[in-house]
């Protein structure tokens, strides 16, 4: 912006901004005041003097990305969302944390406009802003030309004691530094409070000197009230192009009230009548109204429309440039932000008959993806240290690694890798952060982001996995090693209650294959779904291909469940249900039932979440209410299933740690065998169940 405003105008819009955001916190009387009071004059300062945004269009492609890492601290979000322009009015400010508003008690992507991720839980936000730079990068390298930067903007963060407390930021910028993210800048609202109390308490390492040892570039304004010592530094962040910078800022937690600054009582709770009154008084701000904002500070702030509006024409005006020189380019530039699929890629997905073996599902995972990498430029992702295990790759494609040689940035192609036009990402042991980090890759926009581990390690990144679920991220996560089945890892590496955890998580879609075509069906699921994620859980072993002259056809899948086989020469006088590579252990029990002229059906069960959607006949096809009697077998815990055996079923289960053996002890000692489910189902026939299985 033009016509520096002075000291006393500059003090008058930040305290418009200061107060706005206290009053939210007391009239809804519940939020968190004193970060949005003591980070105000920095966040001022990057939003009107550095931000590249527009705010009448929050979802330009080539606008700079602000993430609030410090999600407690939303009211300041929202005052700045406000005073700048986007469609948040001031009734919605004033409903703060209120039923049906736009201003949660955490930002919320998707419901308020101008918030670019989820955050509010501590560490999520500034590993989001990690996949973000890592997609701008990627995106700059396939699609920038000489003399057309088209894709050319910064990813800013506000972080907190809080955020650099916990772990899963360590994993992201410490990827970040190796992979020199230049255009990632962290504003570190260093104001030594948390929660319960000083930071004296338990965080006194020194952020700065740890965030070096990551390769990043750090800088320290002592002030944070010094507008212009900010600036400064970001000036200073925004010319390194090789390293990701850490700005570490020194404030003071709930700024200006008498009693409270630098006090853990300002963190989580409202300041109270008396001491916002006293917080407003000493600072020179008016008692009344609530809710203030002065017209010189409203038109200042709103100069950021304009701003906005000319910056993205400037922009689209360099995009019809592009188009006419690079027209290809430009229109899959436009089909990748728009968020489509192109025609006829399902045309590459591969097809699998019994000739072709017995692969593992993991491996068919990985012929789908390098058949998928070369129609679908927008699929990236990698692994977490496992890609030779889980075959989560791009074989063809490059790695994603820094292009600076050692001797400064080099064009295109690198020794031992692509540079950032690779789409292999190497997460390194960090599931935590790729799952948050794949989360901002598709927050970014452009991408579809794939990250993988094994089954049991998904624990390892949950809290990732839900923030992506509650944004409706199309992020697809490929867990291999999905049961006992995986041997002799034992125990430790043997996932039981996992299926469960994640099938709990809402807006994830869970998808355990049986066969290979099944999981071609389960990959094409995943890549069109973008409301959301999906899990694939994939085998170590191998499992036969089921013979689709056979067998009805995996497009089932789809549905979530579907009748797989159905012995004939009457009705069904049971219904043996399974996921994944017991399906194969049914269907082989049926049949032997059948040879002894007992019919039953078989259901192949890949995902709970895609069956509950569908309408009741269809539900009541594969499940008729007519055939109570029922069967699960899924080698895992049995929590969950009781919805689809109802009261007369029984199931087939593991509900205690696995154990170090071969596969076919395993089986033999849980009673995964043909001969125990041939047993079983007799018994459910009989008006009985056979006891759990049980080791000792």
Not at 252 to 276: C, F, N
Not at 513 to 528: F, G, K, R
Not at 665 to 679: D, H, S, Y
């Amino acid at each position: 912006m033009e016509n520096k405003p002075s000291l006393q105008q500059e003090s008058l819009f930040v305290n418009t901004l200061r107060f706005l955001a206290a009053d939210m916190v007391q009239t809804a009387n519940s939020g968190h005041p004193g970060m949005p009071m003591g980070a105000a004059a920095m966040a001022y300062t990057l939003w009107t003097r550095v931000l590249r945004h527009n705010p009448s269009n929050p979802r330009w492609a080539n606008r700079d990305r602000f993430v609030l890492s410090a999600g407690h601290g939303s009211a300041l979000l929202y005052g700045l969302l406000h005073l700048t322009g986007y469609d948040l009015p001031l009734d919605e400010i004033k409903r703060f944390r209120q039923w049906g508003s736009r201003t949660p008690g955490h930002p919320e992507v998707g419901l308020t406009p101008g918030v670019e991720a989820t955050t509010g839980p501590l560490g999520q936000g500034i590993s989001n802003a990690v996949g973000m730079a890592i997609a701008e990068n990627n995106l700059a390298a396939q699609f920038n030309r000489t003399g057309f930067p088209l894709v050319e903007h910064y990813t800013y963060v506000i972080a907190g004691d809080g955020d650099m407390s916990e772990g899963i930021s360590s994993e992201a910028c410490s990827l970040a530094g190796h992979l020199g993210l230049g255009r990632l800048v962290v504003l570190y609202d260093d104001n030594r409070v948390l929660l319960s109390g000083s930071t004296e308490l338990s965080f006194t390492e020194d952020v700065s000197a740890r965030f070096r040892a990551y390769g990043w570039q750090t800088y320290s304004v002592e002030d944070g009230n010094n507008t212009a010592e900010v600036e400064r530094a970001l000036t200073a962040a925004r010319g390194q192009s090789s390293k990701p910078s850490l700005i570490r800022v020194r404030t003071h937690i709930g700024y200006g009230a008498p009693h409270k600054q630098d006090s853990s009582e300002a963190h989580g709770s409202p300041l109270g009548v008396e001491e916002l009154r006293a917080a407003k008084q000493n600072l020179g701000w008016p008692q009344d109204p609530m809710f203030l904002i002065p017209a010189e500070a409203l038109d200042f702030y709103r100069r950021s429309v304009a701003d906005g509006a000319r910056l993205e024409k400037e922009w689209n005006g360099l995009l019809q440039r592009y188009e006419k020189e690079y027209p290809q380019e430009a229109k899959e530039f436009r089909r990748r932000m728009a968020g489509t699929l192109p025609e006829k890629w399902e045309d590459q997905l591969p097809s699998f008959s019994p000739s072709d073996g017995s692969p593992a599902t993991r491996k068919t995972s990985e012929t789908v993806l390098q058949k998928m990498g070369a129609v679908l430029p927008e699929l990236i992702g990698g692994s977490a240290d496992l890609a030779p295990s889980t075959f989560a790759w791009l074989k063809t494609e490059g790695n994603f690694e820094s292009p600076d040689d050692g001797k400064g940035k080099v064009e295109g192609e690198v020794a031992g890798g692509w540079g950032y036009s690779g789409r292999t990402i190497h997460f390194g042991v960090r599931e935590h952060a790729m799952g948050a980090i794949c989360n901002g890759v598709a927050l970014h926009g452009g991408f579809i982001p794939f990250g993988s581990t094994f089954l049991v390690f998904s624990d390892y990144m949950r809290g990732a996995i839900r923030v992506g679920a509650l944004s409706h991220l199309p992020c697809v996560w490929v867990f291999s090693h999905d049961s006992i089945f995986l041997g002799e890892d034992g125990p430790t590496h043997q996932p039981v209650e996992h299926l469960a955890a994640l099938r709990a998580i809402p807006n994830l879609v869970v998808l355990r294959p049986a066969d290979a075509n099944e999981t071609v069906e389960s990959w094409q699921i995943a890549l069109t779904r973008r409301n959301g994620p999906t899990a694939l859980i994939l085998t170590r072993q191998g499992v036969p291909v089921l013979d689709q002259k056979e067998n009805q056809s995996a497009q089932g899948t789809r549905m979530g469940a579907y009748v797989l086989w159905e012995a004939q020469g009457g009705t069904p006088r049971a219904i043996l249900m399974a996921s994944g590579s017991e399906v194969h252990l049914i269907l082989e029990a049926a049949k032997k039932l059948a040879l002894e002229g007992i019919p039953v059906r078989v259901v192949s069960f890949p995902s709970w979440e895609l069956f509950a959607a569908q309408d009741d006949a269809h539900r009541q096809w594969v499940l008729p209410a007519a055939i109570p009697l029922r069967l699960a077998v899924e080698a895992g815990i049995r929590q969950g299933w009781e919805r689809w055996i109802g009261e007369r079923g029984d199931m087939l289960s593991i509900d205690r740690y696995g154990a170090s053996a071969p596969m076919a002890v395993l089986q033999e000692k849980f009673g995964f065998t043909v001969e125990a489910v041939v047993q079983r189902t007799k018994d459910l026939l009989n008006g009985g169940s056979s006891p759990k299985i049980r080791v000792r």
